[in-house]
Each structure stands twice: as structure tokens, then as C-alpha cells.
Nanobody
Framework: VQLQASGGGLVQAGGSLRLSCATSRFIFGTHAISWFRQAPGKEREGLACISSSSSKFNTIYADSVQGRFTISKDSRKNTVYLQMNSLKAEDSAVYYC??????????????????WGKGTQVTVSS
């Protein structure tokens, strides 16, 4: 398993969850990591990404989660996190993390992912 997403669950609207994406030291150090979600009947949506640089990394957020979700990483644990606050019912979906070996350690995005983790279900009750 290259990527392992965890941390999903059931939460009330307005609540918070933190998702984790654990990976290998190699992938963590060479790949940008992105979070996606897919709700039933909807297209997969890129939410947030973080580049592979250890000190000068960049992040990108989708408009739908800007200001509510925060992506971060812990090099000691080779893990990327997605802190989700002020959750809404429409945030309910299966959440996935994915990795992309980008040409630059300061770049990340939502296209051409090399590895995908299994999803973790997030359900927000209204």
C-alpha cells in the first residue's frame, strides 16, 4: 500500500475532522500529495495539495474548501493531514489522498496522480 488514508467518520455540521494520509519516506520526500473527494453521483473534486519540498512547500486549495480546510505534513511520520473545520452536509463524501511526482518540489496540483490511496468516508449530519 503506497498511501493509506484514515480519519473519516460521522460528524455534525459545524464540527471538525482531521484526515491522515500515511505513506513511505520515499513518496513523502519526492511526491506532492493531494486530497480529493467524491460524493455519490458527483465528479471527483480536488480539494487541497501540498508540494514535496520539506521547507519551501506550497499549497493550493479549491474554492469550496478555502478557509475551512488546511493541508499540512509531518516529515517525522511521513504523513499528510487534512484538517477540516466548519463541516457542512455537502462535505459528505469519500475522501482520497494521492501522490504525484512533480518536476519541481514546489509544485502540486490535481492532475496526473501516480498513486492513490483507498478512500475514507466522511459523513456530515445536518
Amino acid at each position: 500500500v503506497q498511501l493509506q488514508a484514515s480519519g473519516g467518520g460521522l460528524v455534525q455540521a459545524g464540527g471538525s475532522l482531521r484526515l491522515s494520509c500515511a505513506t513511505s519516506r520515499f513518496i513523502f520526500g519526492t511526491h506532492a500529495i493531494s486530497w480529493f473527494r467524491q460524493a455519490p453521483g458527483k465528479e471527483r473534486e480536488g480539494l487541497a495539495c501540498i508540494s514535496s519540498s520539506s521547507s519551501k512547500f506550497n499549497t493550493i486549495y479549491a474554492d469550496s474548501v478555502q478557509g475551512r480546510f488546511t493541508i499540512s505534513k509531518d516529515s517525522r511520520k511521513n504523513t499528510v493531514y487534512l484538517q477540516m473545520n466548519s463541516l457542512k452536509a455537502e462535505d459528505s463524501a469519500v475522501y482520497y489522498c494521492a501522490a504525484d511526482r512533480t518536476l519541481s518540489s514546489r509544485v502540486c496540483g490535481f492532475e496526473g496522480m501516480d498513486f492513490w490511496g483507498k478512500g475514507t468516508q466522511v459523513t456530515v449530519s445536518s
